[in-house]
């Protein structure tokens, strides 16, 4: 993927481009908002790394104007505001995503792939999901592995359906308990560990093949 | 400072008392004028018509049938008892020939036909009793013949209204406007010194002494509810200033212990020589040292927002579905941790919160409870309404906190001393605390059970209801 950082800390925007670079990103680097906009929309990017304090031009003002002249490329605020009030002024402004500083690498890297991929899964509303043997229709609400029916919990579906819309990809804990549960906090407790390893033990117990991997150190992934 | 004898002079409540006593003075001014003209002038007017009258007639008289006929009518007019009018005539030469006067009190006009007025004074007989002299009011006319004609009125009584008037005017008006003045001076005084004392709290607020409080009267009166305000503020100040004094203590304590754990780690590394893979593990521990320094930085950055308030984000929202998404969401961890979990959620729990900061508040107590309860104990979130009030609790079988302890438990970085192998950074429950003081509410921690000795805590948050 091909990733624009708009970040005027050189040191920061270093390390950014090194953790992108790492999971096999291209990437560039703006260092004001005015520059970030113009190479916004000049360059074909599959991703927008944008932080909410800029030089020029402020990171909102920068996302709006870029949403407003018709610019589809999905956007990553990064800030070190984390209110809630932030996030939601954020997200208004047209972003897609939005990490407080400071991060941990692997949730920024998690982030930014799930951004990508978002554009491309967007175009057909998808109805079943297919991971090897393990398969999802959202419509009847069921789930089977192999052909063998599993019954899930409302929320064990979601999280399934969550892992599955990111097959293949790492998806942080902190990313389960927004989108999954919708909080922005980080309980102290493994809560969401817990979550995974029942639905680990409803999907892959049975198994040979392990579907939903522990990704040391950042979190989960669901791969065939 | 300004507090001279005098200071109240240039009190807003002293100028208006001052305002209101010349406004007062000029009020009564012009009330007394209106009350002398409509009485005094009526009466003039009064008496000046009927003697225009009464001379009128008796010229009619003379010019009609001459002096004799006027002779005539001023002997009949004499006979009238308790007539007002007094009259004398006389002779070209000014001898009497009618008449009430000994002799004319006025000097007569020489110009014929014309009406001089004139003032003078009169007897009034009084039976039994000297009589009394009176002012009196004419009219003087030299007739054609010759002969002088006056005609008076009594107007005596017409001059006390006046001079009792004048009187009250000038007695009255002047003790009003001082009675006016000094109950400004009263009542300024008064402000003054309340003001005053205010104005000393602040003083010493200013010159760094957080600890003052205003005094209250008990009156309730505006001063009163200022100074209750300005000692909530003050407290909230205080509160404020002890507990961010405190986390930059603390942040440095708490901070250097992982640091320098850190440090230690990187240099042990340094020193000998490693394989790839022990290199790989310190890395690993470094990092996850690292991220727990940045949740550290986190939870403390939230909490100084808290504190800085955000009261305008709170809706109003029923908090049973939110309850119950928790205990879904923590029901695993604890029957993982081997503890039992327990959950009653009652209907209508409406308030005027963040989800948000309320949701992670319990989870908060929840992690809590889980972290301190040792196996096979038991956990449980109860939430409920009372008429005015939500109330959730969260209780545990861990060990609890000692009473005299529950007060700094709330503190930021306050650890138990048992707590303090435990992970965690002593921020939990003071963000709970910053949440309840954001929804004016409050936590109070109890112990959960009682026998055979008191054990467990019982954290019982309660919010004010929204109906």
């Known amino acids: 993927m091909r990733v624009l950082v708009i970040e005027d800390d050189r040191e920061h925007a270093k390390f950014i481009n090194q953790v992108l670079s790492e999971a096999g990103h291209e990437v560039a680097i703006a260092e004001n908002g005015a520059d970030g906009l113009i190479q916004a929309r000049e360059g074909e990017f599959d991703a927008l790394v944008v932080d909410r304090m800029l030089p020029e031009k402020d990171g909102l003002k920068l996302v709006e104007e870029y949403r407003n002249g018709g610019g589809q490329t999905p956007a ?51 109805t079943k999901l297919k991971v090897a043997d393990l398969e999802m229709d959202l419509l009847a609400r069921k789930v089977w592995r192999a052909g063998q029916k599993i019954d899930l919990q409302p929320r064990e579906f979601r999280l399934l359906e969550f892992l599955m819309r990111h097959a293949g990809q790492v998806v942080t804990r902190t990313m389960l308990l927004e989108k999954v549960w919708d909080y922005h906090f980080d309980p102290q407790t493994n809560v969401i560990d817990v979550h995974v390893s029942r639905l680990r033990a409803k999907i892959d117990k049975d198994f040979d093949e392990q579907l939903l991997q522990t990704v040391r150190g950042a979190g989960y992934c669901l791969q065939g | 400072m300004s507090s001279g004898r005098f200071a109240f002079v240039r009190t807003t409540t002293f100028r208006l008392a001052l305002v209101y006593s010349v406004l007062f003075g000029l009020f009564s001014f012009l009330l007394l004028s209106y009350l002398f003209q409509a009485t ?47 009259y004398q005539l006389e002779t070209p030469q000014g001898e009497r020939l009618i008449g009430d006067f000994p002799n004319l009190p006025v000097t007569p006009p020489n110009t014929v036909g014309v009406w001089g007025n004139v003032s003078l004074t009169i007897e009034v007989p009084r039976p039994g ?49 001082l009675l006016a003045l000094i109950g400004g001076i009263f009542i300024s005084r008064y402000a003054a010194r309340r003001a005053e004392q205010l104005t000393r709290t602040t003083e010493a607020v200013v010159a760094g002494n957080l600890y003052v409080r205003a005094p209250v009267q008990g009156s309730g009166d505006e001063f009163d509810r200022l100074a209750t305000h300005l000692n909530t503020m ?32 990187l240099e042990t590394a340094l020193l000998g020589e490693m394989s790839t893979e022990t290199a790989r593990d310190t ?32 809706v109003r929202f029923d908090m049973r579905e939110m309850l119950l998404e928790l205990a879904d969401l923590y029901e695993p961890a604890c029957e993982d941790a081997g503890l039992k979990f327990e959950s009653e959620i009652g209907h209508n ?3 005027l919160g963040d989800r948000e900061l309320l949701a992670q508040a319990i989870s908060n107590l929840l992690d809590n409870a889980i972290k301190y309860t040792p196996e096979n104990g038991s956990i449980s979130l109860k939430a409920m309404r009372t008429n005015d009030e939500i109330i959730i609790e969260v209780s545990d079988t861990g060990p609890g906190i000692a009473e005299d302890m529950r007060e700094r438990a709330k503190e930021r970085f306050f650890r138990l001393d048992e707590a303090r192998t435990q992970s965690g950074s002593g921020l939990g429950l003071a963000l709970v605390d910053s949440v309840a003081d954001l929804h004016k509410g409050e936590i109070e921690l109890l112990w959960a059970h009682e026998e055979p000795e008191p054990f467990g805590l019982k954290t019982v948050f309660s919010l004010p209801r929204e109906r």
């Open chain 1, 76 to 126: 990553l605020f990064l800030s070190a505001l984390s209110d809630v009030d932030n996030r939601v002024e954020g997200l208004k402004a047209g972003a897609d995503d939005y990490l407080a500083k400071p991060f941990a690498p692997q949730e920024l890297a998690a982030r930014v792939e799930a951004l990508g991929r978002r554009q491309a899964s967007e175009e057909p509303p998808v």
């Open chain 2, 40 to 86: 005094v002038g009526s009466l003039r007017a009064e008496a000046d018509q009927r003697l225009q009258a009464e001379m009128s007639s008796l010229e009619l008289a003379f010019y009609g049938f001459g002096i004799e006929r006027l002779e005539q009518s001023l002997i009949e007019r004499a006979l009238v008892p308790g007539a007002p009018f007094r």
């Open chain 2, 129 to 177: 009793a000297e009589p009394t002299l009176t002012e009196a009011e004419g009219r003087i006319v030299r007739l054609t013949t010759g002969h002088v004609l006056l005609v008076a009125i009594e107007t005596g009584e017409r001059s006390r209204i006046v001079r009792r008037i004048t009187q009250a005017v000038t007695t009255a008006a002047p003790i009003g406007v």
């Open chain 2, 234 to 265: 003050l407290e909230k100040l205080e509160r404020l200033m002890a507990s961010s004094r405190h986390t930059g203590d603390s942040i440095a304590h708490d901070l250097r212990s992982p640091l320098s754990r850190l440090r230690n780690r």
């Open chain 2, 283 to 314: 890395l690993a521990h470094t990092v996850e040292e690292v991220d727990r320094v940045l949740a550290t930085f986190n939870a403390i950055l939230r909490l100084s927002r808290l504190d800085a308030g955000a009261e305008g984000r709170l």
């Open chain 2, 349 to 351: 729990l409406f308030v």
